[in-house]
């Protein structure tokens, strides 16, 4: 199934946007950033005539990761994980704080949902020359992940899509090293912010 990766280049007040009435790209998430609506672009509807994504209300919660995280097995990240309603689309975003102790390494990050979800997303690191980006496939299974740089934090830009079915249930993001011969952290100050749309 084909994925895409939204881009966040219309936010902009309420009045502007209804003044601009722009048409927003296809799979392009726009924020009103005074009211925190959300509309998903098709390429041809101006701003105007497009239906907000929900019900308009969306719920904004911002998690945080509490105190350093050391993993080399999969660890659950415990600060990330939220309650999912049923049939409600999360639209998550955040930046990873990781250390490695040595350079050319990468780490890996898995998320899981509620029976019959769907995850689709994104992690991009600042690192050396090598750097990937990770991707999640349709069932939430970490593809691959950004390497870090060595002794030093490597910032990782996270975005993703849940979407639930008829059944809720916790999300729970995991991380681990992909080599046993490095030692990593997910450092406190890592932050998500969870928007229901």
């Not at 946007?17 to 959300?38: A, F, H, V, W």
């Not at 098709?42 to 308009?56: E, I, M, P, Q, V």
């Not at 660890?75 to 309603?85: G, K, P």
Request: glycine share 8%.
């Amino acid at each position: 199934m084909a994925t895409f990766a939204p881009r966040f280049t219309c936010r902009e007040t309420a009045a502007s946007l209804t003044s601009r009435n722009p048409i927003p790209y296809d799979g392009e998430i726009c924020c009103e950033s005074d009211t925190g609506k959300i509309k998903i672009g098709d390429g041809r509807t101006a701003w105007n005539d497009l239906g907000y994504a929900g019900d308009g209300t969306p719920t904004i919660t911002t998690k945080k990761v509490a105190s350093n995280l050391a993993f080399s097995t999969a660890t659950a990240i415990s600060d990330f994980t939220f309650s999912a309603s049923a049939n409600t689309t999360y639209l998550i975003h955040g930046v990873l704080l990781v250390s490695v102790d040595d350079s050319g390494h990468s780490v890996n990050i898995t998320s899981s949902s509620p029976s019959g979800a769907t995850v689709d997303g994104s992690l991009f690191g600042a690192g050396s020359a090598s750097t990937e980006s990770m991707r999640f496939d349709e069932s939430g299974v970490t593809q691959e992940m950004a390497n870090g740089l060595e002794s030093e934090v490597t910032p990782c830009a996270l975005w993703c899509i849940v979407k639930t079915s008829s059944t809720s249930g916790n999300v729970t993001f995991s991380i681990a090293r992909n080599d046993d011969s490095v030692y990593n952290d997910l450092l406190a100050g890592s932050s998500i912010v969870i928007t229901s749309i």
